[in-house]
């Protein structure tokens, strides 16, 4: 339940030539807060499903102390998981599906090619997972995230400069928007012992060359005209 990386990066375009301003809103502990099994049954149709787990050794004597679980035995009882928690492979789709039922309500509409990337009048998003990259009006960003707020609790929210999967998303102050690993490059490059700034030198020359490349052709344009 992610933004596909065509999208992502069409927000970034579409952002450097709008006004607004570029945000992303994090949700802590998201995917405790995503559809029950019986909500998500019930928002596709699919049969309930019944998720037990059995507690580390020793635990069984703390949850006892529990009024409602003093008889618990650990040898013949499992807890029930009414709802996708961290590390089942449900809580992605639970929370998604949850968050994208808001979104709807808000009057944010997908795009044909990407049921994650969302719009509506001075608002673009494209979420992934419990976070959502968002361009707008800052306006139209608080009602996104009053709403949000309501159902998962509060967001955190990062304007013009913050990083998702490795991707880091900054906006200059001529509204120019650029997207760049070198945080992540430099990290892991760190974890293999390969010199970071070596690799930082041969960015340099490349963008230099690429930045004659377009003066010479900004020549050749004015020379055809003249």
Same mark, same amino acid.
């Given at each position: 339940p992610q933004g596909e990386r065509h999208s992502i990066c069409l927000r970034a375009r579409l952002h450097a030539i +709008?006004?607004? =301003? =570029?945000?992303?809103?994090?949700?802590?502990?998201?995917?405790? +807060?995503g559809f029950t099994y019986k909500e998500l049954a019930e928002a596709t149709g699919e049969k309930e499903r019944i998720v037990c787990f059995t507690l580390p050794p020793g635990s069984a004597r703390l949850l006892r102390r529990i009024k409602g679980f003093e008889d618990f035995d650990e040898a013949i009882h499992?807890?029930?998981?009414? +709802?996708?928690?961290?590390?089942?492979?449900?809580?992605p789709r639970a929370f998604s599906l949850k968050l994208r039922r808001a979104t709807r309500k808000m009057g944010l509409t997908p795009f044909s090619f990407d049921q994650e990337f969302e719009m509506k009048k001075n608002l673009l998003t494209a979420k992934h997972v419990d976070d959502v990259n968002m361009t707008g009006t800052e306006d139209q960003i608080d009602a996104y995230k009053i709403e949000v707020d309501k159902i998962f609790g509060s967001t955190k929210i990062h304007k013009n400069e913050y990083t998702n999967c490795g991707v880091r998303s900054k906006m200059d102050e001529n509204h120019n928007v650029i997207l760049d690993q070198d945080e992540y490059i430099k990290r892991l490059a760190? =974890?293999?012992?390969?010199?970071?700034?070596?690799?930082?030198k041969g960015q340099e020359q490349i963008q230099g060359e690429m930045q004659q490349q377009q003066q010479q052709a900004q020549q050749m344009e004015l020379t055809k005209q003249a």
């Open positions: +709008k006004t607004g =301003s =570029s945000w992303q809103a994090s949700m802590w502990t998201a995917f405790l +807060k499992v807890l029930r998981c009414p +709802k996708p928690g961290t590390g089942t492979k449900d809580a760190a =974890s293999q012992g390969i010199d970071y700034m070596g690799l930082i």
